[in-house]
């Protein structure tokens, strides 16, 4: 899943106004963006085995901390705590923090039987979406497109840059997903792991967005991280 946990965060600003996106998109892009980074170090291994599944060419060997179940409940449970501690801000807290369960709850309809319950969890689970390019299409437009939508309903561009800069993230993130599917897989983990560090990039660029739009009238106030 790559879209889906964008628009989940897109969709997430309607319940928790005063978050700021980049915020989110961090806590829905956890997993995703501390794997690389747990990948390098050699905490955790993936494979490239094309063919795999017709939309995804990776075998996840191992990702524990990343990627199971129970590690994600204790990453969002600090995410909360920590967002609580700086912000005081209840609601912005469980939605922080469930963002990032969230992410194992996508993935489990795309992943192959390969998603640990907790770290040596000798089940594992995966309902295995990917294995139908068709399918794994549908579902992941249709969250961003979903998510997107409750985003501009729920905040208004202030100026260019908060309407273009939107968009301008948007098609990107629909470039990554069908680059994926155009392109050879990457000849290695570690080619691929650098490369997943990009997804570091959308964090910052939804901070940026945010500072240009303001959210409705019900609810405006300045937004902060």
Not at 59 to 87: E, I, K, N, T
Not at 130 to 148: D, K
Request: glycine fraction near 10%; aromatic fraction near 12%; charged fraction near 15%.
């Amino acid at each position: 899943m790559i879209l889906g946990h964008y628009g989940v965060a897109l969709a997430a600003k309607r319940v928790g106004r005063k978050t700021s996106l980049g915020t989110l998109i961090l806590a829905a892009q956890w997993a995703d963006e501390l794997w690389p980074l747990l990948l390098l170090s050699g905490a955790e291994q993936v494979k490239i085995e094309p063919g795999r599944m017709a939309a995804n060419p990776l075998d996840f060997v191992s990702y524990p901390y990343s990627h199971s179940l129970l590690m994600l409940c204790v990453w969002g449970s600090a995410f909360g705590l920590l967002y609580f501690a700086l912000r005081r801000y209840v609601r912005g807290s469980w939605i922080v923090g469930g963002l990032v369960v969230s992410h194992w709850l996508l993935d489990l309809v795309v992943h192959g039987p390969d998603l640990p319950l907790w770290p040596g969890s000798p089940m594992r689970v995966g309902l295995g979406l990917w294995n139908s390019i068709p399918g794994t299409l549908v579902v992941e437009f249709g969250l961003l497109v979903f998510g997107a939508v409750v985003y501009v309903r729920t905040t208004t561009a202030r100026d260019r840059i908060g309407s273009w800069g939107l968009w301008a993230m948007l098609l990107l993130l629909a470039a990554v997903l069908i680059s994926g599917f155009v392109s050879p897989p990457p000849p290695d983990a570690t080619t691929m792991a650098y490369s997943a560090l990009g997804l570091w990039l959308f964090v910052p660029w939804g901070y940026w967005i945010d500072r240009h739009r303001t959210v409705e009238e019900q609810d405006r106030r300045a937004v902060g991280p």
